[in-house]
């Protein structure tokens, strides 16, 4: 009884607090304060966290700009707090007075200001006199100054097609769609018939800018990255310029340098056939490195790094013979890249020389996110499954890193927290299978506990060690669970032969795995292997589905989060076809023997589903249509078997909405609590 009290008096102290908060405008609480010293992680403590994001660091190396975004759970609203931190013996720690929704902020030349998009408009403010001034008011995706700040390059949105109210402008009440090809939505938007084209016009401070010229001229094609060389010569970008129909069949996205000189475009990426994205220029502008995916349609392939010579037209791949992804690359100097890398379940910095060096910048059990090399250092953001994202600064000489904010850092004094540790089982095909664990709080191995198997998403993914807000298995832990997450096959960071047997083979390797998994952990005198539940989102919700009717007994209920139930309905609903072509093979009516369709599907095994099961799912989730969870569920009914259905209809394939998080986070934990703790 005690735990339940520890895990609703969160709420009442949180409530009852941001009631006198919220009558001061964009008030939000200190990181953590509303939990009892001592007490157990609670959804509600997870969202009173500060999330740390590293902005930008100035082109002097001397100052970072960071952002720690808070909610108010009370009005449903989240904001954000801007600082400035000199990175010289003087530390000074700034915060920097942005608008709480202010974007993309950016150092100027000299560091003396910051640009940033507010409601996709432009602004400039100044760090001395604290004044802002907007520089433009077209709506803005994506900008970039040259070194210079002398030319402007942003990405803006063109309309290329017909609205319903151009079609038929006198029926003002019609609320319909005319759809003429598939790429007619994405995620959880519907195509607005405008495309995201690429910009440049030259810029002096203290003036307004009102219009640049269009690189991209009647091109109804949306640029997705760029990057400007040193003297402004050049743009470089990535965009994916193909017919309506294969820009959901393909993944084969080009890189194009524009030459302001000549006003010209070129293709730097012909003859790779696989998504080429990331383009950034060298500090001296004589070199353009990008990511680049070797196989046509393949959207989770290896992760190489390419780099194209100016002077010479030449482009050669430095990452041969590294069998890991090495992603968004950014240049140290004119000679070497820093790159992440998933490794073993972890997430590390490294880098790359011209001539294939490669070598490890960061180590550890944690998840580094995004990264700036400034000079000789590297500043990046780090969390784990014990610790929230923080920054961190490393030397390329050393991989020692140095914390440099502590956001959270009294907050999470107050909560317990279950250590966490790898283990490795033996897979039904010889391989060795990695898996964490996350022990809960106090943990003592002459006791017995239930076990949740977490099912990771993706097909193809990285579980590395990172602290989450929705899939927090610190959070599962604090209810008296071992949490057991296993590198299935699919998983990123045990080689490409790893990453691609999930293909086609979804319900081969990767559920072996899972049951091997389990099976293994089971073996262990502290589990008890009667209470043991199975969840997880998107492939892990295909995941539990497909336990659920092969499970032979194992768990005790499952959860699915905007899961893949019937494959057949799947393949013909789903946003982007290229993943389905890719790794679920030919259309089911091309070949009678796919055994995507005739053996790995779900919904094929639902007689056998006699198992506790609760589904959620996002109305507005496009990757994973809503049909999906209706089938499942209604199936679940017919079949007298036990199942509840959470529906969210203004959430897509994740829950975005903290009051909606919040009530998932209970859903989810009162599931397992119902059938786990008895």
Same mark, same amino acid.
């Given at each position: 009884m005690l735990k339940y009290i520890f895990l609703f008096l969160p709420?009442?102290?949180?409530?009852?607090?941001?009631?006198?908060?919220? %009558? %001061? +405008?964009?008030?939000?609480?200190e990181s953590g304060e509303y939990i009892l010293p001592g007490a157990m992680l609670t959804p509600e403590f997870l969202w009173s966290l500060g999330r &740390?994001?590293?902005?930008?660091?100035?082109?002097?190396?001397?100052?970072? #700009?960071?952002?720690?975004?808070? =909610?108010?759970?009370?009005?449903d609203a989240q904001y954000t707090h801007f600082y400035q931190l000199s990175v010289d013996q003087s530390s000074v720690l700034t915060q920097v007075p942005l608008p709480p929704n202010a974007r993309k902020p950016r150092f100027?030349?000299?560091?003396?200001?910051?640009?940033?998009? *507010?409601?996709?408009?432009?602004?400039?403010y100044d760090i001395t006199s604290g004044a802002t001034a907007c520089i433009s008011s077209i709506p803005m995706q994506e900008y970039q100054f040259t070194q210079n700040d002398q030319t402007?390059?942003?990405?803006?949105?063109? %309309?290329?097609?017909?609205?319903?109210?151009? #079609?038929?402008? *006198?029926?003002?009440?019609?609320?319909?769609?005319?759809?003429?090809h598939l790429n007619y939505r994405h995620w959880n938007e519907w195509d607005d018939n405008h495309r995201n084209n690429l910009?440049? &016009?030259?810029? +002096?401070?203290?003036?307004?800018?009102?219009?640049?010229?269009?690189?991209?001229?009647?091109?109804?094609?949306?640029?997705?990255? #760029?990057?400007?060389?040193?003297?402004?010569?050049?743009?470089?970008?990535?965009?994916? %310029?193909v017919a309506p129909n294969e820009q959901t069949r393909g993944t084969n996205t080009e890189i194009y340098l524009y030459d302001a000189s000549l006003g010209t475009t070129y293709v730097l990426s012909k003859g790779l056939q696989g998504y080429d994205l990331e383009p950034v220029f060298s500090p001296d502008g004589s070199r353009i490195a990008w990511n680049s995916m070797a196989t046509a349609g393949y959207e989770t392939d290896r992760n190489r790094i390419m780099v194209y010579e100016l002077a010479t037209g030449t482009r050669k791949e430095i990452t041969t013979g590294f069998d890991f992804n090495a992603n968004h690359p950014k240049w140290i100097d004119n000679q070497?890249? &820093?790159?992440?890398?998933?490794?073993?379940?972890?997430?590390?910095?490294?880098?790359? =020389?011209? *001539?294939?060096?490669?070598?490890?910048?960061?180590?550890?059990?944690h998840t580094v996110d995004r990264f700036f090399p400034a000079g000789n250092t590297l500043y990046f953001t780090r969390s784990s499954y014990v610790s929230p994202a923080e920054v961190y600064a490393v030397g390329l000489n050393s991989t020692d890193a140095r914390q440099l904010t502590f956001v959270n850092s009294e907050a999470m004094k107050r909560v317990k927290l279950g250590r966490f540790e790898a283990r490795y089982t033996p897979t039904s095909d010889g391989k060795m299978l990695q898996s964490w664990i996350v022990y809960p709080p106090d943990f003592d191995p002459s006791?017995?506990?239930? &076990?949740?198997?977490?099912c990771q998403g993706g097909p193809q993914s990285g579980l590395t060690s990172v602290w989450g807000l929705r899939w927090s298995l610190q959070l599962i832990a604090a209810q008296g669970y071992i949490v057991l997450a296993p590198n299935r096959r699919g998983t990123f960071g045990f080689g490409s032969e790893w990453t691609r047997q999930v293909s086609r083979n979804w319900g081969k390797y990767p559920m072996a795995d899972l049951l091997a998994a389990i099976d293994d952990l089971c073996k262990e005198p502290y589990v008890d292997k009667t209470r043991l539940a199975a969840v997880g989102g998107s492939f892990g919700g295909y995941s539990t589905f497909w336990l659920a009717g092969n499970h032979q007994k194992r768990f005790k209920c499952f959860i699915s989060h905007c899961g893949l139930f019937n494959l057949e309905s799947f393949y013909l609903t789903t946003d982007e076809l290229f993943f389905a072509e890719y790794d679920m093979g030919e259309p089911y009516w091309e070949e009678a023997e796919n055994p995507t369709f005739t053996k790995y599907s779900p919904h094929l095994y639902v007689k056998n589903w006699d198992t506790p099961i609760l589904i959620i799912q996002g109305g507005k989730d496009f990757r994973v249509p809503e049909s999906e969870a209706f089938q499942a569920f209604q199936a679940a009914q017919l079949n007298g078997v036990t199942s509840r259905l959470l529906y969210f209809p203004e959430e897509g394939h994740w829950i975005g909405k903290a009051q909606n998080s919040i009530v998932w986070h209970r859903e989810f934990l009162g599931w397992l609590n119902r059938y786990l703790q008895t």
């Open positions: 709420v009442y102290l949180f409530f009852e607090s941001v009631s006198d908060a919220s %009558k %001061k +405008q964009d008030t939000v609480p &740390v994001q590293l902005e930008d660091v100035s082109r002097d190396n001397r100052s970072l #700009l960071y952002s720690v975004a808070y =909610t108010d759970l009370r009005r100027d030349t000299d560091g003396a200001g910051l640009f940033f998009l *507010d409601n996709d408009t432009l602004f400039r402007l390059v942003y990405i803006s949105r063109v %309309k290329y097609g017909q609205t319903a109210s151009d #079609l038929y402008p *006198d029926m003002t009440n019609a609320n319909f769609r005319v759809i003429d910009f440049m &016009v030259p810029y +002096q401070p203290g003036t307004r800018i009102f219009g640049g010229k269009n690189l991209m001229p009647n091109e109804p094609y949306d640029a997705t990255a #760029l990057s400007c060389s040193a003297d402004g010569r050049y743009v470089v970008y990535s965009a994916k %310029k070497t890249l &820093v790159f992440s890398s998933e490794q073993q379940g972890t997430n590390q910095l490294m880098s790359a =020389t011209l *001539d294939g060096t490669i070598r490890s910048l960061t180590k550890g059990e006791k017995k506990y239930p &076990v949740v198997e977490y």
